[in-house]
T-cell receptor
Framework: GQNIDQPTEMTATEGAIVQINCTYQ??????LFWYQQHAGEAPTFLSY????GLEEKGRFSSFLSRSKGYSYLLLKELQMKDSASYLC????????????FGKGTKLSVIP | SAVISQKPSRDICQRGTSLTIQCQVD?????MFWYRQQPGQSLTLIAT?????????ESGFVIDKFPISRPNLTFSTLTVSNMSPEDSSIYLC??????????FGQGTRLTVV
């Protein structure tokens, strides 16, 4: 079976750094995705990791350890507009493009 | 990247009726998917829309309830049939243009009364 775990909710202060963790146990692995979803809107793509290590993209970074089944999304210099749900998703099959999603982490950024 | 137009954006429907959701992409894409997001929940894959053949459904979803068409590489429809209040959800079309990204339409917010 597929199991993807991430915290349900987090709160952080504007200007700070927050790390959102994701652990997965899946029958296969072909990449891990992070999406941002504001309330009432569609998910938007943030990052993709398929090899171990850190991928940096502006204020957002994503890390992957395949041996540990672990990823995190790091958000720096938090802004109020970063308040959203962050979804971790795993692509499980080679040549297969569908994603299995975690339940999402609702991040609240406070002044 | 791919630009996805999904419509309707929202609808309120009577139970027992059916609604067809359309997904139009601005470029040819190999893979198209339909997801459901129930209130307060994450996304669940309904099916993969295959061009020129029957869709591939995930466990718990059947063709009679969620018929899907994919007549070409830029367009797909999902029908929610014989609706009940439990079908109230957001339905999302997604496409993959390669190995590294997957994009979503704006979603269809369905309320069944």
């Amino acid at each position: 079976g597929q199991n993807i775990d991430q915290p349900t909710e987090m709160t952080a202060t504007e200007g700070a750094i927050v790390q959102i963790n994701c652990t997965y146990q899946t029958s296969g692995f072909n990449g891990l995705f992070w999406y941002q979803q504001h309330a009432g809107e569609a998910p938007t793509f943030l990052s993709y990791n398929v090899l171990d290590g850190l991928e940096e993209k502006g204020r957002f970074s994503s890390f992957l350890s395949r041996s540990k089944g672990y990823s995190y999304l790091l958000l720096k210099e938090l802004q109020m507009k970063d308040s959203a749900s962050y979804l971790c998703a795993v692509r499980t099959g080679a040549g297969s493009y569908q994603l299995t999603f975690g339940k999402g982490t609702k991040l609240s950024v406070i002044p | 990247s791919a630009v996805i137009s999904q419509k309707p954006s929202r609808d309120i429907c009577q139970r027992g009726t059916s609604l067809t959701i359309q997904c139009q992409v601005d470029s040819q894409v190999t893979m198209m998917f339909w997801y459901r997001q129930q209130p307060g929940q994450s996304l669940t894959l309904i099916a993969t829309a295959n061009q020129g053949s029957e869709a591939t459904y995930e466990s718990g979803f059947v063709i009679d309830k969620f018929p899907i068409s994919r007549p070409n590489l830029t367009f797909s429809t999902l029908t929610v049939s014989n609706m009940s209040p439990e079908d109230s959800s957001i339905y999302l079309c997604s496409v993959s243009t390669g190995n590294t990204e997957a994009f979503f339409g704006q979603g269809t917010r369905l309320t069944v009364v």
